[in-house]
């Protein structure tokens, strides 16, 4: 694998949670008992991305502060012999080699990508958005890093959507595209595509499809000359889909074209409130120490709610 590098952007403001995010990151609020950025980062690395970049902003210092050390804590845990507590420690600080620049202005997702450009330099590499936990069972980014290598142009994940549901996401334009040929990208027939055309939170009338594009990428250095000539589109903000589009009309010479990997796994939306609820339960219920006393009071919970 030549893709050794990923972005995560991760200087929103979180305004959804607050107040608890007034002076807690968004990507620190904890999902059962790991914040959802070490998700993020464990995905990374679990798929060979062991260099690791955060776009961060004012108010982030804790991210820093998660994957460094800290050495009055170790002591005590150590001096206790809690060994069990020390490796959940010291897990965060061994997982990646982890760097940290400022978006400084607060200027789109494509803005914070392309901050990323001095680190990344002239190779692929990976962008993984910290509101998209992808279940560890189901792995998406090898697939996806398999499929630039072979093509060489940029990767978006894609998930099917309720039409009414379009109008949050990114929106794909696709056309059939074989794989098979392409060692180590695993994909069931149909579900790899070649992406024609990007809409960015289209309504029903105008969207092309029900594939939403959701916060996996993988994208050709191609990317930052494009960002750089890219004008503020919806909201006012350099939006990446908007750079993705002009890849995607681009020769193959040249750094473009991009693709799709449909996505039909386990994955939880830690973006929104409610979904964040959904997800802190979901996981629960499916680990190996906390699951079957979690289900045990879950299930007569839920039966009782719905008497």
Known sequence: MTIHKAVIPAAGLGTRFLPATKSIP???????DKPAIQYV?????AAGLEDVLMITGRGKRTLEDHFDYNPELEASLDAKGDTSRLAQVHQPTHLADVHF??????LGLGHAVLRARHHVGAEP?????GDDLIDERDPLLPTMLALQEHTGGSVVALLEVEPEQIHLYGCASVEAFDHTAFAGVEAAPGDVVRVRGLVEKPTIADAPSNLAVIGRYVLSPTVFDVLEHTAPGRGGEIQLTDALETLARMPAEAG??????VFRGRRYDTGDRLDYLKAVVQIA????DLGPGFRAWLVPFAAALDA
Not at 285 to 288: K, M, N, S
């Open 26 to 32: 968004k990507e620190m609020l904890p999902v059962v």
């Open 41 to 45: 980062v464990e995905e990374a690395v």
């Open 101 to 106: 620049v400022r978006q400084g202005q607060p």
């Open 125 to 129: 590499f990976a962008v993984l958005l």
């Open 256 to 261: 473009g074209g991009v693709y799709g990997v």
């Open 285 to 288: 219920a499916d680990r190996d």
